[in-house]
């Protein structure tokens, strides 16, 4: 859990290397925690940089509601709300 934009970017790098040794269990509760804090989707370098990578990589193992959450919030920079952002 990232308390701070920084130590969100800190904790994610160090996982970058390994997004493509993912497992799919593992690629949905990383796209869950991020998902689940704003100090991971919302920092910079995880927002511009590290979370793109893991959508290319893992979007298809994340599943869908986690891959189009987790995409609307590094793109609009607010939480996604399914009743309001489905429809």
Not at 13 to 42: H, I, M
């Amino acid at each position: 859990m990232a308390t701070s934009f920084r130590e969100g970017e800190i904790k994610l790098e160090r996982l970058v290397p390994y997004f493509s040794n993912l497992t799919s269990a593992e690629a949905k509760a990383l796209a869950e925690a991020c998902v689940g804090n704003s100090q991971l989707w919302d920092a910079k370098r995880c927002r511009d940089d590290y979370l793109p990578k893991l959508l290319r990589i893992q979007g298809e193992h994340m599943g869908p509601k986690n891959r189009r959450a987790l995409q609307y919030q590094i793109t609009n920079r607010e939480w996604y709300r399914p009743e309001e952002n489905d429809g």
